[in-house]
């Protein structure tokens, strides 16, 4: 570590676990790169308030320069990672344009993140979308307002109800916000905007194979989160698997058997799988991975083999700690710490210790559950523990101003600010992809720019 | 008029002149429909916001249903109108899906407004794209933001500066608006967003074939406009015609002769051209168009040998008045106000009479210039009537508040909030039309799913 030029960082991912382990080391006498395929920090949390037309991207997405701004030994890299050589210690990333970028690394902290997990049947993500970027909450933006467009345009009743009826698969914290979020809009925020509907007859289906919605909080929140779920108009559909997606139905396996549910509109929550580097990484070493995807790491989050190179948040496996941001943050600055403490020459293996912070979930406006060191939260009080965390947490005093603006105007007001649908969506996606004819159109795009 | 059922009123287009028509009419005895392309009435003014990062889609185009939520004798159309039958009284238009509509109408008042005009040329448009919708100013942003995105991943200092020159053909209000904040996010919001370019070494161009910027504001305010111009960093080129665009760069004929200027990101403000609806309205009626396409109406803003069928704001062409939104307002009010008087009984025919409440145009952060009854003003002073204008006419009263937030925070501050490029934008759009390459072209939809 004697060298005369600065050790070099390379941080693949600019989520939760890559940004703070950038911003930790601000003042340490390293060069980091910072590879993200796209410009901005999506703050996955709130990603659902983009998809319901409460924040803007804008408020949810902070451009990762800007974030970084007073970083300058941090470069980020708009780039998509392709490939590791371990051996060689670079990364390998394709660039929009040009020739692609080979970046040496001393240290290497691979953040990128997971997707949606289809289990095998990854054809049901055309009309199921999931939520975990800003493209996807802005596809489901326009596909939920424009359900209820087309649903105006209908004449036929049964045409109309299955553009009225929405399913979310996977009652986990973003299935649950989601299906909430879908209700209030259509019981609320949509009232007197329509003519011909009743945006309140929406039907919002939650479905989950399980016995509970938002099993990991225990049993006594879930008993309360169900009565508030309902509450809200979400109809709770518990043991029920979905086994097909078409464009205009879902098959569901209940408890009563099968069924068929006509609807237009699905949204997919119901598994997560680690970014595919991550099986990259555990063939070139000796590391496992599990049935999702997550790289099994040393109890530092470093790789066998490779104490320079740190798997951490959502694609680590390590002591079964759940894929959450608070997760991300931590083994992303205790990567980063380990990275400070070598170059101050403490080479000491330290295992992470994840700091549980609790979890929540937030049911509808003004009301959450809240699970911290055992003590079990519900209803406004724990609404208000999970606005003051997610402000604090929110990127940017600009961006917490108006979330909370926002909040307080959509929740006790009744608007939702951020309902446009491009042109370009009418035309590429939302029909195209909720009913099933090819995306492009003839027709669709004619309509477009006719 | 002593028929039973209501008298139908059609309007086409929820711009300035069809919003304020519609509004107009909340208490009149009346059944209103009114078509439009998209779920939302575009704040045109403020379009450069949302292209230059500072205002977010929804505070700048809220949602026709949300603002006609209390006039329920309006039904909003999401349709595009495709023809008049003006002897049965009809008009007929095409939806998203589903088989087209034929609405019938006792009134009709036509208020599709004007896009872009490229003189003959529309080979330009997709390589400088205008500002006339929602979708033109998110690909705008795309581009803008994208490009220094390009120019930092450039090696080569001349493909850099192609990057890092913008030109904006055209110095009217919103020319002048475009560049001026392009000028400002280069040299103050950017500020250390970058390691390899210095984003203020960007070079904005704003070429105009006439002698001043903002011509139409008078001598004085454009000797001040063209030095608040000139101060921001926008280099004028006046007396400059731009005679071909291509990918990568434009080909300008001056007052040296023609000269060929490298650069990736154009914005079209040169010219505008009515909604070819007028020209089909000119057709089935003895009403001539004027070069741009705006129909000839009669003083009470009819069509010749149709009184029941109203031309109003950029379509029309009435003594010179210009394409402006206080025209656009004014018309559309005057024409539902006459289609009430004449429900009253009331059947003289009135002039429209336009009330000039002058003109303004924003120069840069805390400098516009205004005229107003031969009372010109410029500098602070006029930025700050601007401001209180344009918080005035926005929709909403949320959209003040947040308007009157970001303007403070990016104008006294420095970021811009609003700077997401989405994934979807990188593959099909920003570099597809910036650089030439085929839309949809392999290795761009590779780099966005991969």
Request: hydrophobic share 45%; aromatic share 8%; proline share 5%.
């Amino acid at each position: 570590m004697a060298d005369t030029s600065p050790h070099r960082v390379v941080i693949v991912g600019g989520g939760f676990g890559g940004l703070f382990a950038a911003k930790f080391l601000r003042r340490a006498p390293v060069e980091v790169t910072l590879i993200d395929r796209t410009n901005h920090h999506a703050f996955q949390p709130l990603l659902y308030q983009l998809a319901t037309g409460i924040l803007s991207e804008g408020a949810v997405a902070p451009p990762l320069r800007e974030v970084l701004r007073k970083h300058p030994n941090v470069r980020v890299e708009l780039a998509n990672v392709t490939a590791f050589d371990l051996e060689a210690r670079t990364v390998a990333a394709t660039r929009v344009l040009g020739p692609g970028l080979s970046v040496p690394y001393d240290s290497l902290i691979v953040a990128a993140g997971a997707t949606g997990s289809y289990f095998g049947h990854d054809e049901f993500a055309r009309f199921a979308p999931g939520m975990k970027t800003v493209d996807d909450a802005l596809e489901l933006r326009a596909r939920i307002f424009g359900a209820f467009e087309m649903a105006e345009i209908e004449e036929d009743p049964e045409a109309q109800r299955t553009w009225l009826t929405f399913a979310v698969i996977g009652a986990g914290p973003t299935g649950v916000e989601m299906a909430g979020q879908i209700a209030e809009l259509s019981r609320r925020a949509l009232k007197g905007n329509f003519r011909r509907i009743d945006p309140a007859s929406a039907q919002v289906l939650l479905f989950d194979g399980g016995d509970e919605p938002l099993a990991t909080f225990g049993d006594k929140l879930c008993a309360k989160a169900t009565r508030e779920i309902e509450r809200t108009g979400v109809q709770l559909r518990m043991h029920s698997r979905v086994t097909d997606v078409k464009p205009d139905a879902i098959v569901v396996q209940g408890p009563d058997g099968e069924e068929r549910i006509a609807c237009h509109t699905k949204v997919w929550s119901a598994g997560v799988q680690a970014s595919p580097l991550g099986a990259m990484l555990a063939e070139a070493t000796s590391a496992g991975t599990d049935r999702a995807g997550h790289v099994e790491v040393l109890p530092d989050c470093t790789l066998p083999g490779h104490p320079e190179v740190f798997v951490v948040g959502d694609m680590m496996a390590l002591n079964g700690l759940p894929g959450v941001a608070e997760v991300a943050m931590q083994s992303g600055i205790h990567a980063a710490r380990t990275i400070k403490r070598r170059i101050d020459g403490d080479t000491a293996t330290k295992a992470f210790v994840y700091r549980d912070l609790g979890s929540m979930a937030t049911i509808s406006r003004f009301r959450a559950i809240v699970s911290f060191k055992g003590i079990k939260v519900g209803g406004f009080l724990g609404w208000l523990m999970w606005a003051f965390v997610h402000l604090t947490f929110l990127t940017g005093f600009k961006n917490r101003w108006i979330a909370l603006f926002k909040w307080l105007t959509a929740f006790v007001g009744k608007s939702r600010d951020e309902r446009t649908i491009t042109m370009q969506q009418v035309s590429a996606r939302i029909i195209a992809n909720q009913v099933g004819v090819k995306p492009g159109d003839e027709d669709l795009t004619r309509f477009a720019q006719g």
